[in-house]
């Protein structure tokens, strides 16, 4: 990515969305005199306004600027549908009892408005100015992403209007159509986006933010797209996993991390528009971290002594009231004067706080914000840009530059090389091969740490001398590996499951999905409250779309499962909530 044109590309992009409406419902595109035309935009602006809503799509955004597409709320202070799986597969900590509270038909305005509002819209003005030009590039990056969107949102909706949607004024109330119809609009999308990567009539975008113009890499990311959408089908469709198959056999897909899909958040302005990670600018703010780490996640990485536990999170401080010999205080963890629930003391889980400064909360701990911002840790320097953990212990809050570590400077994994690793495995453990399973799962391992470490290049200001060795990362893998070997049955998955979850930190869309598909891991620490309801298996569709449109009607509750999702339902399945 070409860091020079960046910030004054996003610039562009947000003047552009800043001057589009927020008053007219995501599907209602009438003639709106604050909307440009296509005769008052390029293919490259729209481009670049796709290209950046698409990232936002999934990370959300930290500005809550009221005039971008997204605004500051909704969950845990930042939109995007990667943070909702995060905080159900207890990648992040979720701050609500029961789920039902959690996940309402309002929490989701903002994703389902970027989809259509945002991106699919600019996609419809785009193309055909892009076609008369015989922009063909351009139209394959629009056909890969819209891909992705409209498969996401089945991912997280199930049914969803595609077919008949963004096409007011001629149709105002779009149909729902089936998830797999959907799934097979996203195949076809990128068939055709393979082709136009391919056969060039005319020049290329003037900014690619993901590839910088190589198309080789766009081909291998279409493909790679093609084998996550049939494992994820691989539940309902006897072909999908012949189909992944033969995309293996090709060789056309992203094997190399060379060749990841992937956003590098700039960080080039603080000032609208925020470019820098949007987890960082989230907690990396005057009075501190808005979110809580997730005291499961911490809690496997100090058990397996993981090393990138100092890349993920940094500590504020040293000690946590209640663990290491500290007093109990009442004032900043309440929860360090009570007595674990009975159902955590029954399942021997970890409960209110962690050793070593590791200051965290549980899943569904809902207990107020007392004035802890500048004690809780952290995001860190991956993937959010934030601060290596050198021991230092100084407040983030601070203005001094050591403070800001990487200074957003991070990145959105996508669609990467360890993913499609664990993909493999997970295929390889279905099919009982187990040391097939056991080498991509420690390849999947290898290049996600290779990743973690590579961030801390980013950041200037801490002490590297507190780098955990080679020789540490040889010993977490090795015993990650060996403990896989021995274990079998549902023991051996939930160490592949546990793995998963720890290298998508940044990632919870693949988690989710992978929660949904296979049930684990059975190690989650479960919420707080003995009876949260259902986990949800997909969203509420926002309150607004079901009143404005009469074609869509409110889904009963969170317990509707999209239709790759075919595992019983209940209380066993998945096996935490």
Not at 157 to 178: H, R, T
Not at 398 to 406: D, I, W
Not at 411 to 437: H, K, Q, S, Y
Not at 440 to 459: H, M, P, T, Y
């Amino acid at each position: 990515m070409k860091k020079i044109n960046i910030h004054t590309m996003l610039v562009l992009s947000l003047m552009f969305l800043g001057m589009t409406s927020c008053e007219t419902t995501e599907l209602d595109l009438t003639q709106d005199p604050n909307f440009l035309t296509p005769e008052q935009a390029s293919p490259d602006l729209f481009l670049v306004s796709i290209q950046e809503d698409f990232v936002r799509q999934l990370d959300g955004d930290a500005s809550g600027d009221p005039n971008d597409n997204f605004t500051t709320g909704g969950f845990q202070n930042g939109d995007g549908l990667s943070p909702i799986g995060m905080q159900l597969t207890r990648i992040m900590q979720m701050s609500s009892r029961n789920y039902a509270s959690t996940y309402q038909d309002s929490d989701v305005d903002d994703e389902w408005d970027n989809a259509y509002r945002g991106i699919l819209f600019d996609i419809r003005l785009m193309t055909p100015l892009a076609e008369e030009a015989g922009l063909t590039r351009h139209i394959g990056i629009a056909q890969f992403i819209e891909a992705y969107i409209i498969s996401s949102m089945v991912d997280f909706f199930g049914d969803i209007p595609y077919s008949e949607a963004v096409q007011a004024p001629d149709i105002v109330n779009p149909k729902l159509d089936s998830g797999e119809s959907v799934y097979q609009a996203a195949f076809s999308l990128l068939d055709q986006a393979i082709v136009n990567f391919t056969n060039v009539t005319a020049g290329t975008p003037s900014v690619d933010f993901y590839y910088n113009n190589d198309y080789t890499k766009w081909v291998k990311a279409a493909n790679t797209l093609k084998m996550k959408l049939y494992l994820q089908t691989r539940l309902v469709d006897p072909g999908a996993i012949t189909a992944f198959n033969a995309i293996v056999a090709s060789g056309n897909y992203i094997a190399d991390s060379v060749d990841d899909f992937e956003f590098n958040w700039p960080a080039t302005s603080a000032a609208q528009p925020d470019n820098r990670h949007p987890r960082y600018g989230l907690n990396y703010v005057s009075n501190g971290a808005g979110d809580y780490t997730s005291n499961w996640l911490v809690n496997q990485m100090q058990i397996n002594n993981d090393p990138r536990i100092r890349y993920y999170f940094y500590r504020q401080v040293s000690i946590v009231p209640g663990q290491d010999g500290a007093a109990p205080d009442e004032q900043t963890l309440r929860c360090s004067l009570q007595t674990p629930p009975q159902h955590y003391i029954d399942g021997g889980f970890t409960f209110c706080a962690l050793t070593n400064g590791y200051w965290g909360r549980d899943h569904g701990d809902n207990q107020g914000t007392p004035p802890d911002g500048l004690l809780r840790s952290t995001w860190g320097v991956y993937p959010a840009g934030g601060r290596f953990d050198d021991d230092s212990f100084s407040a983030i809050g601070q203005t001094n530059a050591a403070s800001q570590g990487a200074g957003g400077v991070g990145i959105t994994p996508i669609l990467n090389a360890f993913m499609v690793d664990f993909w493999r495995g997970e295929l390889a453990l279905i099919a009982g091969d187990v040391a097939t399973a056991q080498g991509f799962l420690e390849a999947g391992v290898r290049k996600q740490i290779a990743k973690v470490r590579a961030s801390v290049a980013n950041d200037g200001v801490s002490d590297l001398s507190f780098e955990p060795a080679d020789a540490d990362f040889e010993s977490f893998i090795n015993g990650v590996i060996t403990a896989f070997g021995n274990a079998t049955g549902d023991d051996q998955w939930d160490i592949f499951a546990e793995n998963h979850f720890l290298a998508h930190y940044g990632n919870g869309i693949e988690a989710y999905n992978f929660y949904r598909r296979t049930g684990f891991p059975s190690t989650l620490q479960p919420n707080r409250e003995p009876d949260p309801g259902s986990l949800p298996r997909s969203m509420f569709y926002p309150n607004r779309v079901v009143t404005s449109n009469s074609n869509i009607t409110q889904k009963p509750n969170v317990s509707v499962q999209v239709f790759w999702d075919n595992n019983p339902a209940g209380p066993s399945f998945p096996r935490a909530n």
